[in-house]
């Protein structure tokens, strides 16, 4: 209805003039005026598209006044060279015919509303006139081609290249069928109209595509950090592999040249490869992540990626077309199955809860894929895409469903930390229990050895003044005097004393010769041997050829003075002869020989009479030396031996 028309019904509304009655008839009449004036104008004013025609050119005419006038094809738009004309490779001219409505009686198009036109996509180059004005040009129209399929341009109509009335849009195509170039919607309308239009295109064919990109470059690092740290769950690489393969894959959408390939083609087959690559390793993923392992049929699908690999990188150009159609049905063929397959095991086997989830996100991308796959092979006329919208979420949601899973994974690996930090700890406080005893066993067996040290050494050494002290007393025959008493009990408090000595000191020194060493023990029992009437002989060096330890010289000094005990207590025998030498290499003997009745040395030894013997055995071995002892009827022969490499005691 024309603003013209609303008059009427005003004036009827201004027939009752006066009063408030009268004043709201003006105000409804007038807003009537103003809103019938306003929709009068957007209906006259709108731009109305004639005719849509295009002509295949040769590539050197780049201006529309060079076009010839016959040889025009009509064509509807989105229009695609695939479908109309294959196997087509150059440049289409596309003419649209508007009229500016509002200014066809107008003188010019001065007075009218600016104008804007929206383009959906020109594939693969191209360039925009107003009738003969150029608007907008690709960079390059040659190889390689600017790639402008996939970004929606908003190009102002300048009011000086507009002509009152009819006018016209040339729009310069250049491309192949094999890209399947053409050209995409055109909105000719008023700046708002355009802008919202070629905004809303905007965010559906580039903001969602780079929002997704990043989305899936940010998982597929985040995930694959995830797989460097936990290399056992091989689902989260395959995740990062799969990520890393889309996104080289969807790419496709945003980038607007061909670099780093010289040719169209060149990208094309890259983009190609990156497909069978990521359906690949989708399928792997999902294995992996369901827990299934096909070495086999993973074999096959790495070996395709290969072979497909190799043909496009060696294939002619006249395969190009046929070849890129099979290998992207068949790989869609494999994406449908990979997700079906996960989808089908997860509800009618498993029925795990994150088996479940990412079946609900899979769902959404295949039904995401199958729209937009029919759509792009021409077998629906569904024009709209919804990969770019529903990708972003399915991505999201998958990253959310393998975050919980790593969360959970995290929360069992510390449980197992704080049960295996329990066990520890129990293991600890049994080996601290263990090593307590143990030390408390070692402190007894330290007690036991120092009393029986002690045992030995007052047998050795007190037991031997005591029985030398006795046989004194037996041989003297007579009284003796009080001098005597008191030499005896001397020699028995100094022997006393060496034994405290001995086993609390470790401050004593090593006598600088051997006749020093063994000066007391000659004097003490050479009187007594002189009065028991026995020959005694000592044969000692002058000097050490290598001095032994003071632990040796008292172990030997207690084996020295039990074998002379034992000479006066049970030998009878009437010669007797001590040696003593050393030598350079380290090595000491000390013998005790003797030609009284002898003894049995081993029955001696092992019956309980043998303590001396045992007591001598054991001294030695501590000192690190041996004790070999040999008897017969003509007479008993003790050695002690320490140093040199000394052998296994002899009995």
Same mark, same amino acid.
């Given at each position: 209805?024309?603003?013209?028309?609303?008059?009427? =019904?005003?004036?009827?509304?201004?027939?009752?003039?006066?009063?408030?009655?009268?004043?709201?008839?003006?105000?409804?009449?007038?807003?009537?005026?103003?809103?019938?004036?306003?929709?009068? @104008?957007?209906?006259? /004013?709108?731009?109305?598209? %004639?005719?849509?025609?295009?002509?295949?050119?040769?590539?050197?005419?780049?201006?529309?006044?060079?076009?010839?006038?016959?040889? @025009?094809?009509?064509?509807?738009?989105?229009?695609?060279?695939?479908? +109309? @004309?294959? +196997?087509?490779?150059?440049?289409?001219?596309?003419?649209?015919?508007?009229?500016?409505? /509002?200014? +066809?009686d107008s003188d010019n198009a001065s007075g009218a509303a600016p104008l804007a036109v929206a383009l959906d996509y020109i594939n693969m180059a191209g360039a925009v006139f107003a009738n003969q004005t150029l608007l907008w040009r690709d960079p390059s129209l040659v190889e390689p081609l600017s790639r402008g399929w996939n970004t929606p341009r908003l190009l102002v109509l300048p009011d000086a290249a507009l002509r009152p009335g009819r006018n016209a849009l040339f729009i310069q195509v250049v491309g192949a069928s094999r890209y399947d170039s053409g050209l995409g919607n055109t909105l000719v309308a008023d700046i708002d109209t355009a802008t919202t239009h070629q905004q809303r295109?905007?965010?559906?064919?580039?903001?969602?595509?780079?929002?997704?990109?990043?989305?899936?470059? &940010?998982?597929?690092?985040?995930?694959?950090?995830?797989?460097?740290?936990?290399?056992? %769950?091989?689902?989260?690489?395959?995740?990062?592999?799969?990520?890393?393969?889309?996104?080289?894959?969807?790419?496709? &959408?945003?980038?607007?040249?061909?670099?780093?390939?010289?040719?169209?083609?060149?990208?094309?087959?890259?983009?190609?490869? *990156?497909?069978?690559?990521? /359906?690949?390793?989708?399928?792997?993923?999902?294995?992996?992540?369901?827990?299934?392992?096909?070495?086999?049929?993973?074999?096959?699908?790495?070996?395709?990626?290969?072979?497909?690999?190799?043909?496009?990188?060696?294939?002619?150009?006249?395969?190009?077309?046929?070849? &890129?159609? #099979?290998?992207?049905?068949?790989?869609?063929?494999?994406?449908?199955?990979?997700?079906?397959?996960? !989808?089908?095991?997860?509800?009618?086997?498993?029925? =795990?809860?994150?088996?479940?989830?990412?079946?609900? /996100?899979?769902?959404?991308?295949?039904?995401?894929?199958?729209?937009?796959?029919?759509?792009?092979?021409?077998?629906?006329?569904?024009?709209?895409?919804?990969?770019?919208?529903?990708?972003?979420?399915?991505?999201?949601?998958?990253?959310? !469903?393998?975050?919980?899973?790593?969360?959970?994974?995290?929360?069992?690996?510390?449980?197992?930390?704080?049960?295996?930090?329990?066990?520890?700890?129990?293991?600890?406080?049994?080996? #601290?229990?263990?090593?307590?005893?143990?030390?408390?066993?070692?402190? %007894?067996?330290?007690?036991?050895?120092?009393?029986?040290?002690?045992?030995? %050494?007052?047998?050795?050494?007190?037991?031997?003044?005591?029985?030398?002290? !006795?046989?004194?007393?037996?041989?003297?025959?007579?009284?003796?005097?009080?001098?005597?008493?008191?030499?005896?009990?001397?020699?028995?408090?100094?022997?006393?004393?060496?034994?405290?000595? &001995?086993?609390?000191? #470790?401050?004593?020194?090593?006598?600088?010769?051997?006749?020093?060493?063994?000066?007391?023990?000659?004097?003490?029992?050479?009187?007594?041997?002189?009065?028991?009437?026995?020959?005694?002989?000592?044969?000692?060096?002058?000097?050490?050829?290598?001095?032994?330890?003071?632990?040796?010289?008292?172990?030997?000094?207690?084996?020295?003075? +039990?074998?002379?005990?034992?000479?006066?207590?049970?030998?009878?025998?009437?010669?007797?002869?001590?040696?003593?030498?050393?030598?350079?290499?380290?090595?000491?003997?000390?013998?005790?020989?003797?030609?009284?009745?002898?003894?049995? #040395?081993?029955?001696?030894?092992?019956?309980?009479?043998?303590?001396?013997?045992?007591?001598?055995?054991?001294?030695?071995?501590?000192?690190?030396?041996?004790?070999?002892?040999?008897?017969?009827?003509?007479?008993?022969?003790?050695?002690?031996? !320490?140093?040199?490499?000394? *052998?296994?005691?002899?009995?």
């Amino acid at each position: 209805m024309s603003h013209q028309a609303r008059l009427p =019904e005003a004036r009827r509304l201004d027939s009752h003039p006066g009063g408030l009655r009268g004043a709201l008839a003006w105000l409804v009449a007038l807003i009537l005026l103003l809103a019938g004036s306003g929709a009068a @104008w957007g209906q006259s /004013c709108a731009p109305r598209v %004639d005719s849509v025609s295009a002509l295949r050119t040769a590539a050197g005419i780049q201006s529309p006044a060079a076009l010839p006038e016959t040889g @025009w094809e009509p064509v509807s738009l989105p229009h695609h060279w695939e479908r +109309e @004309w294959p +196997e087509f490779e150059g440049t289409v001219w596309y003419r649209i015919d508007w009229t500016r409505t /509002c200014a +066809e009686d107008s003188d010019n198009a001065s007075g009218a509303a600016p104008l804007a036109v929206a383009l959906d996509y020109i594939n693969m180059a191209g360039a925009v006139f107003a009738n003969q004005t150029l608007l907008w040009r690709d960079p390059s129209l040659v190889e390689p081609l600017s790639r402008g399929w996939n970004t929606p341009r908003l190009l102002v109509l300048p009011d000086a290249a507009l002509r009152p009335g009819r006018n016209a849009l040339f729009i310069q195509v250049v491309g192949a069928s094999r890209y399947d170039s053409g050209l995409g919607n055109t909105l000719v309308a008023d700046i708002d109209t355009a802008t919202t239009h070629q905004q809303r295109q905007n965010f559906f064919f580039r903001t969602l595509s780079i929002v997704n990109l990043v989305i899936s470059a &940010t998982l597929g690092v985040f995930f694959l950090a995830v797989w460097l740290v936990r290399r056992k %769950d091989a689902a989260y690489g395959w995740y990062a592999l799969t990520s890393a393969t889309w996104v080289l894959f969807f790419s496709n &959408t945003v980038v607007t040249t061909p670099w780093p390939f010289g040719t169209t083609e060149g990208w094309s087959r890259f983009v190609t490869v *990156a497909m069978t690559l990521f /359906c690949s390793a989708l399928y792997m993923f999902l294995w992996s992540f369901g827990g299934q392992r096909f070495p086999r049929l993973a074999r096959v699908l790495w070996a395709g990626c290969g072979l497909v690999a190799l043909l496009f990188l060696l294939m002619p150009r006249g395969w190009y077309s046929t070849a &890129t159609m #099979a290998v992207f049905i068949g790989y869609v063929l494999l994406f449908i199955s990979a997700c079906l397959q996960f !989808i089908v095991r997860a509800v009618f086997r498993t029925r =795990e809860t994150e088996h479940l989830l990412l079946a609900v /996100c899979l769902v959404g991308f295949l039904i995401a894929a199958i729209h937009d796959t029919l759509g792009l092979l021409g077998l629906a006329s569904n024009t709209s895409v919804l990969t770019p919208v529903t990708a972003p979420l399915i991505t999201i949601g998958m990253a959310l !469903i393998l975050a919980s899973r790593f969360a959970r994974s995290v929360q069992q690996a510390e449980s197992f930390n704080a049960v295996l930090e329990g066990q520890i700890r129990i293991a600890r406080d049994d080996l #601290a229990r263990t090593l307590t005893r143990e030390h408390r066993l070692e402190l %007894d067996n330290v007690r036991l050895s120092e009393r029986l040290q002690l045992a030995h %050494d007052l047998h050795d050494g007190l037991g031997s003044s005591l029985v030398r002290s !006795i046989a004194l007393v037996e041989q003297s025959g007579s009284a003796i005097g009080s001098r005597q008493y008191l030499s005896m009990f001397k020699s028995l408090r100094d022997d006393l004393r060496q034994v405290i000595d &001995t086993s609390s000191s #470790a401050s004593a020194t090593v006598a600088d010769t051997p006749l020093l060493w063994l000066a007391p023990i000659r004097y003490r029992f050479g009187q007594l041997f002189d009065e028991l009437e026995i020959e005694n002989e000592w044969r000692i060096p002058p000097a050490w050829a290598s001095p032994p330890s003071t632990k040796q010289l008292l172990g030997l000094t207690r084996i020295l003075e +039990e074998a002379l005990t034992n000479v006066i207590k049970h030998s009878r025998a009437t010669r007797l002869r001590v040696s003593l030498s050393t030598q350079a290499g380290g090595e000491t003997r000390l013998s005790v020989e003797d030609n009284g009745l002898g003894f049995d #040395a081993a029955m001696v030894s092992e019956s309980m009479l043998g303590i001396g013997l045992r007591s001598m055995q054991a001294r030695a071995s501590r000192i690190g030396g041996e004790l070999r002892i040999s008897s017969s009827r003509e007479g008993s022969c003790i050695e002690a031996r !320490i140093g040199g490499g000394s *052998a296994a005691p002899a009995v």
